[in-house]
């Protein structure tokens, strides 16, 4: 047994600032009570774009904004662990304490969190299908804590840190927490769209299973690019800045629609590309699907 005698302060109260958010991902999302009918209620417009302001205009007693708010802690936590290895790095500070940290604070944040706000955000499936939701949400919340266990045992220091090995947690739970971005903006009033009350209802039935196919994909062996570094590191070509520029403005233009697609884009990239050079350029890959 090796006693710990220092830890670095600054990469801990980042991985710790995850563990926060998520916690309060998981306390706001519990504000909403099991829903007594299969009708989805509307909500109140925010009516700004300022999140400080935003803030102070949230109800508690709307389970739409308590599912929002806890979507948005979950994308405030993804920052922070985004963050946290970077600096522990720029520090010369990583250790294994700090990586086991942060596997635990992953598996609350982007494992229990989303799991137990599928529950919450699905009202018309949840009231249908009751058994059915948390059976899903918990196969989620396992399936991130294989996945996560797996990739302490798997990563070493030689790795290049560009791709990872399955669907990662934490992309796996913004493409969850983005519909509850999407559900405010299909259930506000007035309504952006003269159909988002058949698009919500369709939405909280593909949902469930979309988190099924998200928890498989944690588990599985197809390789996903590691966005930040891939972006970020290095230089890059002037077409690449601007690319991510547009990106940017159009999540801030739009984002309670162009949020989910981009995830959801990112968690279908993995296995289009697999069956692509798999079936269609007859490139096999040398580990197995799982």
Not at 144 to 173: I, K, W
Not at 233 to 253: D, E, I, K, P
Request: overall charge negative.
């Amino acid at each position: 047994m090796h006693k710990i005698r220092t830890i670095a302060v600054l990469p801990t109260l980042f991985t710790l600032g995850n563990l926060v958010c998520g916690f309060f991902a998981i306390v706001v999302a519990a504000r909403v009570e099991k829903p007594l009918t299969s009708e989805v209620k509307h909500s109140a417009a925010i009516a700004t774009m300022n999140p400080l302001k935003a803030i102070g205009k949230y109800d508690p007693n709307d389970d739409t904004h308590n599912c929002m708010l806890s979507g948005w802690l979950i994308f405030l936590a993804m920052i922070f662990d985004a963050l946290d290895g970077h600096v522990a790095r720029l520090a010369k500070s990583t250790s294994d304490f700090g990586a086991e940290l942060d596997s635990l604070c992953d598996l609350v944040t982007f494992g229990v969190a989303p799991a137990f706000l599928l529950v919450k955000m699905c009202p018309h499936f949840t009231f249908e299908h009751q058994d059915a939701i948390w059976v899903i949400a918990a196969s989620y919340a396992a399936c991130a804590a294989m996945r996560l266990a797996r990739f302490n045992v798997e990563t070493d220091e030689e790795d290049d840190h560009m791709h990872f090995t399955g669907l990662p947690s934490p992309a796996a739970a913004a493409s969850i927490a983005s519909f509850a971005i999407l559900f405010y903006t299909l259930r506000k009033e007035p309504a952006v769209f003269w159909y988002a009350e058949q698009l919500d209802v369709a939405m909280q039935t593909v949902l469930p299973f979309f988190g099924v196919l998200v928890a498989i994909l944690m588990v599985s062996r197809i390789p996903y690019p590691h966005v930040v570094n891939q972006l970020f590191n290095g230089q890059r070509s002037f077409a690449h800045v601007v690319m991510v520029l547009f990106t940017l403005t159009a999540v801030m233009l739009v984002k309670g629609v162009a949020v989910p697609i981009i995830s959801g884009l990112f968690v279908l990239l993995g296995p289009i590309n697999y069956l692509w050079q798999e079936y269609i350029q007859r490139r096999p890959h040398k580990e197995p699907l799982f």
